[in-house]
């Protein structure tokens, strides 16, 4: 048995995010957002699950802060419900909305867990998508406006601040596959999402930076490392382009003021274009505090003659897959944070979400004894530590999620938390994996 120990002052956290906990969806004079209208909407969402409800958070706060306390939890990230703020995205303050994360940030502050914000993640409200959602320029400025409304409200007692929450999926599940809301399938559209996602970033952080906040801010990626599925040339190419559309083509902006240059040629042979005024750039890759990633799998890519590229799984039935058939692998954890390590020069590095959706049942003494999931958290966080230990920056861990919740469109039959939920009596039970979490968070390590 062996001995892992982090540094002193390893942030040891867990995450949510407002859609997919606060339920509340109508109360209080909250406007419509994004995913209101697609959750709504017959088809999108399985078995017609929707936020409406969730984990009824907005009015058990005070409850799952309690059970974060009893965890030991260092910090919380949890994201603003933007319509909960400004009803139709712009014009008129919903003070309802925003006491209401006054009030969960204080008793986060009262409980000794320090907040973190995730300022967007993903419930556009819905007056905004009428006018062309992030497809219009103008909701950046929207975007900034409402960041500048919870930035100076709450900019003095919150030091961690994540603007966008995965660009590439809000951009390419809501615009180009049209799984998540808004439900578009536009290539075009899509490129031209991740972008102004970028620029909205960019816009905030210059912001921040304006009004001399004390914090720190970065921004959410989702991240995997991709690993080529033989050494065949032609699928060691493909391995790169697959990264550079999900991974290079955010962080190269960002630290490098510039798309890449192989995947822009690889989007204009499918003859998607799309324009910016280069002085975004400038916006977009100014130097950030931290930069942050989820990370939940990794692929294995083989070169596709019409696509460039495909995942496979080189050998069926030699990993495990979780209940998202997403292949555990934490390995690519460890050669993701020593390839950002390399590439973009050493940057300060957390892990906002990182976790696993098992099935999840309570047995006859009323415990949940999810080994699985447990198992993956000290897998992902070994390699974690082993990345710490090889120099990289990495600073903090975020677990996903603090309990079961609305796994967007999946809707409630996919389960991260390490608290469970029972859905129609909004009974929480910790998990064994919470359990676990506790004694690792107590003694800032764990034995394997
Ligand atoms: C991430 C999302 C998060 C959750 C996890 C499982 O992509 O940021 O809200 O759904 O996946």
């Known amino acids: 048995m062996s001995k892992i120990v ?3 002052d390893f942030i040891w956290g867990s995450a949510t995010a407002a859609y997919q906990i606060e339920g509340a969806y109508n109360e209080d004079g909250k406007g419509e957002s994004i ?4 959750s709504h909407t017959p088809g999108n969402v399985f078995e017609g699950h929707t936020g409406d409800v969730a984990c009824d958070h ?7 802060i309690q059970l974060m306390k009893e965890l030991g939890i260092k910090s919380y990230r949890y994201s603003i419900s933007w319509p909960r703020i400004f009803p139709d995205g712009k014009g008129k303050l919903n003070e309802k909305g925003l006491d209401f994360y006054k009030r969960l940030t204080n008793l986060l502050l009262e409980s000794g867990i320090t907040p973190a914000i995730t300022l967007y993640h993903w419930d556009l409200p819905q007056k905004l998508q ?4 992030w497809t219009n320029r103008d909701v950046t400025d929207y975007f900034t406006e409402f960041s500048e409304t919870i930035i100076r409200s709450l900019g003095d007692v919150v030091p961690m601040w994540f603007t966008i929450n995965e660009p590439f999926i809000a951009a390419f599940l809501g615009h180009l596959f049209g799984i998540h809301a808004p439900g578009i399938k536009d290539m075009r559209t899509t490129l031209q999402v991740g972008h102004n996602l970028l620029l909205s970033h960019g816009k905030v952080l210059k912001l921040y930076r304006e009004l001399n906040q004390k914090g720190q ?9 991709k690993y080529p599925a033989s050494d065949d040339p032609a699928d060691i190419a493909a391995t790169n382009l697959s990264f550079g559309t999900v991974g290079r083509w955010f962080l190269d902006p960002l630290y490098k003021g510039q798309y890449p240059e192989d995947v822009l040629r690889y989007y204009e042979n499918m003859k998607v274009s799309f324009s910016y005024p280069e002085e975004d750039m400038k916006l977009i890759s100014q130097p950030m505090d931290f930069l942050a990633f989820n990370y939940y799998s990794s692929e294995f890519v083989k070169h596709d003659d019409e696509m460039g590229f495909t995942h496979i799984d080189p050998e069926p039935g030699k990993f495990e897959e979780t209940e998202m058939n997403w292949l555990v692998y934490p390995q690519g954890l460890y050669d993701l944070i020593m390839y950002l390590d390399r590439e973009y020069g050493k940057p300060n590095i957390i892990i906002s979400e990182n976790g696993a959706a098992y099935k999840d049942e309570i047995n006859s003494n009323g415990r949940i004894e999810d080994v699985k999931r447990t198992k993956y958290l000290i897998d992902h966080l070994s390699h974690a530590h082993r990345a710490i230990q090889d120099g990289a920056n990495l600073k903090g861990y975020y677990l996903w999620s603090l309990m079961d919740n609305f796994e967007w469109s999946f809707g409630y039959s996919k389960r991260f938390g390490i608290i469970y ?5 909004q009974k929480r039970i910790i998990k064994d994996s919470g359990y676990w979490y506790k004694e690792t968070i107590a003694n800032n390590g764990f034995d394997i």
């Open 6 to 8: 982090f540094p002193k």
């Open 130 to 133: 009428d006018i062309g959602g």
């Open 217 to 225: 801010m970065g921004i959410s990626l989702n991240l995997s490392y």
């Open 35 to 38: 995913w209101d209208r697609f």
């Open 421 to 425: 939920v029972d859905h129609e009596t």
């Open 58 to 64: 907005y009015h058990r706060y005070e409850e799952d």
